[in-house]
Structures are given as structure tokens and as C-alpha cells.
């Protein structure tokens, strides 16, 4: 239910803003939680999009990989619907986003 009513609410929107964090684990996992922001009704509304491990390498090409993957699968967009909804992205500059 929830993921239904995430991908409409994404599928919905007119533009979508994508926020993303690091999250370490008491065993120095890293993992990246994805938001999604949208706008309805003249108000923004947050969304609980993903929590994914980073395995392998924090570069840029494997966080990206890792972003846009989770992003194509909670909201089953194409790689064009994406590219034509996407905003924004943002991030508050922890150490795993250096690299990208």
C-alpha cells in the first residue's frame, strides 16, 4: 500500500525533488536514505523513498548508480520520465558524497 501510494504520489507530481543522507551503522555500514519531496496541493509533502547499502565503493559512479537505480525502482519511472520530473537533488555534504 505504501509503495502504491508513493509511486502515485511521484507519478502525480509535476516535478519531483530528490534529498539524500548517509547513514552508518554501529558496525561502520554505510547505507544512503533517500526523500522524495512533492508538491500537492500547494504544500510540500515528504516521502520515505529508499535506505540502501552503499557496497563496493562512496564514489560517484557507484552512488549515482545506487541513486538512480532506487529511484527507476520506487517509482518504476523510465530514464526519460525520470530526467523530465526531476527538480532538484541535494545533499548535506557528508563525507560518502565528497566523491560525487
Do not use: P
Request: aromatic fraction near 10%.
Amino acid at each position: 500500500m505504501y509503495e502504491q501510494s508513493t509511486r502515485m504520489a511521484m507519478h502525480d507530481a509535476r516535478l519531483i525533488a530528490v534529498s539524500c543522507d548517509n547513514v552508518t551503522t554501529i558496525n561502520c555500514q554505510s547505507w544512503v536514505k533517500m526523500h522524495v519531496f512533492v508538491v500537492e496541493g500547494w504544500k510540500w509533502i515528504l516521502i520515505l523513498l529508499s535506505l540502501e547499502q552503499v557496497v563496493n565503493d562512496a564514489f560517484a559512479n557507484n552512488l549515482t548508480k545506487l541513486i538512480v537505480d532506487a529511484l527507476l525502482q520506487c517509482s518504476r519511472f523510465s530514464k526519460l520520465n525520470l530526467g523530465s520530473k526531476l527538480m532538484c537533488f541535494s545533499t548535506d555534504g557528508v563525507t560518502i558524497f565528497q566523491g560525487f
